[in-house]
């Protein structure tokens, strides 16, 4: 379904990634980890085709990523992004409406089917009760609901998801990643950019850690979620644990031995 070679990118030449190998396949929940400044986001870039690999091959759906037309990859891959500004003049069910975009005629008429989808979109996020209002009125979390909305709406098999619930409280994280879950079990492929380890622990069958812009690590959660292996992504000391329900492995930090602000696995030069 997604398959990165040899994959690199970057910023006016300077690379970010540095040679991912990758194979994700129809159905999967996967958790993207890594310090700030790993290239999470880069690489949720290059495979919802914002950005342009600088080598190697990204596949979607067996499609070479550069070969699909936007509206073609828009129909494909719907994305959640990290950074998104609230529009004056617009209302939630405008902006969960845009996620027709690769369905819509010449004529750019949203239709019965467009309207419903998008309904639909928002009653599953609990958002139908802001359709109308503003998006420059709308809380943090709110607004990152209704970005989920509009990526919903866009009814595609792949999802990417970019610190979706970063804004969102600790119920409304869970709820959020119960919906996913749910979308999950109906087939949709899932990959989320996640700073909480243990909300992705939790939702995530897979987990990809990255550092330095080469993934260190790539299997089932409850392989690759161990102390050794988080305290080497993120450079501090960590309790594991595992989570009293369900048993996903669950970790906290131990104050005290953290390696500063800023010294995280970020992909800068110098560094890696
Ligand atoms: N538009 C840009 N132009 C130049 N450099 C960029 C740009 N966006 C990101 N970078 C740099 O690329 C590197 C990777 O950034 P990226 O946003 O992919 O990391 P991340 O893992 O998502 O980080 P975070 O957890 O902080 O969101 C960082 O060094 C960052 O400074």
């Not at 809380?139 to 610190?163: N, P, V």
């Not at 305290?231 to 390696?259: I, N, R, S």
């Amino acid at each position: 379904m997604i398959e990165c070679c040899g994959l690199r990118a970057g910023y006016g030449g300077r690379e970010v990634l540095r040679g991912i190998d990758l194979r994700i396949v129809r159905g999967e929940m996967t958790g993207l980890l890594g310090p700030n400044g790993s290239g999470k986001t880069t690489l949720l870039h290059v495979l919802s085709g914002v950005l342009k690999p600088m080598a190697g091959t990204v596949r979607i759906a067996g499609n070479e990523i550069g070969e699909l037309r936007p509206r073609q990859r828009a129909g494909m891959v719907a994305a959640v992004p990290q950074r998104a500004g609230p529009v004056p003049g617009m209302t939630v069910t405008s902006l969960v409406l845009l996620g027709r975009y690769p369905y819509l005629s010449l004529l750019g008429a949203y239709g019965p089917q467009d309207r419903a989808a998008a309904q639909s979109a928002m009653d599953e996020t609990g958002m139908a009760v802001l359709a109308d209002r503003q998006t420059t009125a709308l809380s943090g979390g709110e607004f990152q609901t209704a970005l989920l909305a509009r990526a919903l709406c866009q009814s595609t098999d792949i999802l990417l998801l970019d610190e979706a619930a970063a804004n969102l409280d600790v119920a409304r994280k869970a709820a959020m990643y119960d919906l996913l879950r749910e979308k999950n079990a109906a087939g949709l492929t899932v990959v989320s950019a996640v700073h909480d380890l243990n909300l992705a622990a939790l939702f995530c069958d897979r987990l990809i850690f990255l550092k330095n812009g080469r993934v260190l690590a790539d299997g089932p959660t409850r392989t690759v979620f161990t102390r050794e292996r988080v305290e080497e992504v993120y450079e501090t000391t960590f309790h594991v644990f595992a989570h009293p329900v369900t048993g996903a492995p669950q970790g906290v930090v131990v104050p005290g031995h953290g390696g500063g602000v800023g010294a995280g696995g970020g992909s800068g030069p110098g560094r890696g």
